[in-house]
C-alpha cells in the first residue's frame, strides 16, 4: 500500500484534485474491487458507493454481463473505425436505440468518449448549423450560471463555475452565463436569460445550453415549470436549446431523460456516463431531425469533426448491454420508487436536526443543504467547513458521497447505483444522519 501511494504521488497526476494534498497526505482510498452498490478497499473494507462513483454507474459494479459484451466484441472487432464511409453493426444499433429512447424528434447520433468532448461537439454542430445558412456571426452559447459542463474548450468556457476557467484563462470566446433558476424563481431566472438575449442580440446566439439538473453546482433542481419557460423563451428568439443530460440520462431523475420530467424537448441532447455506467468511456450528442435536415442538404464536403473513438464498436456494444440490463430490470422505474423514499428519508433528517436546510432529490439524484440558520437558510460559511467535515465523517462510517462548497454553501450529493434497494437506502440514511449529528 505505502509503496502504491509514493508511486501515486510521483507518477499520477490526477484529475480534479488538491495537487498539494495528493503531495501531503496521499491518495485516500485505493479502490481494489466493486461488487453492486460497494467498493472495496485494497484493505478489504467496504463502502457504499453513494455517487454512482462520478454520477455513472447507474447498474453497479461488478456486472459480468458488461464484462462478458465486452470480451465479446473485442473477440471478434475490438476497434474499427467509423470515419467517412466506414461503419459497424454496435454502432448503428446504439444510435438506433438511442434515437427510439430519446423523446421528440431527437433522432441522429454523434458518438464521442465523453460529456465533454459531447458538449464541444453540440457548440461546434450548432455553431456549424448557422454558418452553413448564411448566419456565421450566430456564435454566441448562452449557458447558466453554476452550471457544469466538463473540461475540453468549449464545455469548459460554458462551465458556469469560474474556477474552471480561471486556471488556465478562457480556451474560448463568445461565452455568456444568465442567472440559475436556484434560490430564485422561474420568473427571475427566465427574465434572466431574457435579458442576456436582448442584451448580446439574438441575431448573434448560436444556443442556450443548460443542464436538466445542474450536477456538480450542487444538485440544483429548477422550479417545475422552469424548462417550460425556456422552451417558449428559446422558440420566441428562435435559439436552439441544447439539454446536457450527461448526469441526468439513462434513468437517473426516474425517468429516461432529465427533461421527461417536465415533459420538455429540446433541440440536442448530449449524453456520456450513464449509457454504459461507466464501464467504458462513451457519450454523444444527439440532434433533432430539423437540424439534421439542414446538416445533410447546406453541409458540403467533409464535416471536419471526429474523434478516433466515435461510436468504439467495443464501447456501443458494451452501451447497448447497458441499457437493455436497465431496461430488463426497470431500474428508471427503481430509481423513481427509491429517489422518493431517499428523499422522505432527507426530509425526516431535516425534521430532527436543526442545521439541515432545504434537502431535495429527483429520483435518485438529490441533496441534503446545511445552513447555519434554519429559520432564513443562511448557509453556513466556507470557514466553518460544516460540509466537507459531514464528507468526512460518512467516509469514516464506509459512506462516499460529494460535496460542494461553491458560493459558501455546504451541500451533500447524492446519486446512489439504480439499483439501490430500500434496506440499502436505510442504512445510508441512517449513517448520513449520525454523520450530520456529529458535526453539528
Ligand atoms: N456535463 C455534465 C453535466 C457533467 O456532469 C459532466 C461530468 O461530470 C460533463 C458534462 C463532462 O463529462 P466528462 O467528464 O465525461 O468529460
Known amino acids: 500500500m505505502e509503496h502504491l501511494i ?18 501531503e497526505q496521499g491518495s485516500k482510498l485505493l479502490v481494489e474491487s466493486g461488487e453492486g452498490i460497494y467498493l472495496k478497499d485494497n484493505q478489504g473494507k467496504s463502502y457504499i458507493d453513494a455517487m454512482s462513483s462520478l454520477w455513472n454507474v447507474h447498474i453497479g459494479h461488478g456486472r459480468t454481463e458488461l464484462a462478458e459484451a465486452a470480451a465479446e466484441q473485442m473477440k471478434k472487432l475490438a476497434f474499427s473505425s467509423a470515419f467517412s464511409t466506414f461503419t459497424h453493426e454496435p454502432g448503428i444499433r446504439l444510435a438506433e436505440k438511442i434515437a427510439k429512447l430519446s423523446p421528440g424528434n431527437l433522432n441522429t447520433v454523434f458518438f464521442t468518449s465523453g460529456g465533454s468532448e459531447s458538449n464541444d461537439t453540440a457548440i461546434k454542430l450548432i455553431r456549424h448549423y448557422w454558418k452553413i445558412q448564411g448566419q456565421p456571426e450566430r456564435r454566441k452559447i448562452v449557458a447558466l450560471k453554476r452550471g457544469y459542463h466538463g473540461v475540453a474548450a468549449a464545455s469548459t468556457s460554458a462551465t458556469g463555475i469560474p474556477e474552471f476557467w480561471e486556471m488556465a484563462g478562457h480556451m474560448m470566446t463568445d461565452f455568456i452565463h444568465a442567472n440559475t433558476s436556484y434560490q430564485s424563481t422561474t420568473e427571475a431566472a427566465i427574465q434572466s436569460l431574457r435579458e442576456k438575449f436582448e442584451a448580446e442580440g439574438p441575431e448573434t446566439i448560436a444556443a442556450f445550453m443548460a443542464e436538466p439538473i445542474q450536477g456538480a453546482g450542487g444538485v440544483l433542481i429548477p422550479p417545475k415549470d422552469y424548462f417550460q419557460e425556456v422552451r417558449k423563451l428559446c422558440d420566441e428568439y428562435g435559439i436552439p436549446f441544447i439539454a446536457d443530460e450527461v448526469i441526468t440520462g439513462f434513468g437517473r431523475t426516474g425517468t429516461m431523460f432529465g427533461l421527461e420530467n417536465w415533459g ?55 452501451g447497448l448491454k447497458n441499457i437493455e440490463l436497465i431496461e430488463k430490470e426497470g431500474l428508471v422505474e427503481n430509481a423513481k420508487k427509491i429517489g422518493a423514499k431517499m428523499l422522505e428519508g432527507f426530509n425526516r433528517i431535516k425534521e430532527k436536526l436543526e442545521i439541515v436546510g432545504e434537502v431535495r432529490a429527483m429520483g435518485l439524484l438529490g441533496a441534503i443543504e446545511l445552513v447555519k440558520d434554519p429559520a432564513a437558510n443562511e448557509n453556513f460559511s466556507k470557514e466553518l467547513n460544516a460540509g466537507p467535515k459531514v464528507i468526512e465523517e460518512l467516509h469514516k462510517r464506509g459512506v462516499i458521497c460529494r460535496g460542494v462548497t461553491y458560493e459558501n454553501s455546504n451541500i451533500i450529493c447524492f446519486a446512489p447505483p439504480l439499483i439501490m434497494t430500500e434496506a440499502q437506502l436505510d442504512d445510508v440514511l441512517e449513517k448520513v444522519y449520525e454523520s450530520i449529528l456529529s458535526v453539528q
Open 264 to 318: 420538455v424537448v429540446p433541440d440536442m441532447m448530449t449524453f456520456a456516463k450513464g449509457v454504459t455506467s461507466g464501464y467504458m468511456p462513451l457519450g454523444g450528442v444527439v440532434i433533432s431531425e430539423p437540424i439534421h435536415e439542414v446538416l445533410k442538404q447546406k453541409s458540403e464536403g467533409t464535416l471536419f469533426h471526429g474523434f478516433t473513438y466515435s461510436g468504439h464498436p467495443t464501447a456501443t456494444a458494451v
Open 6 to 23: 509514493e508511486l501515486d504521488k510521483k507518477h499520477f497526476l490526477h484529475p480534479s484534485t488538491s495537487i498539494q494534498q495528493q503531495q
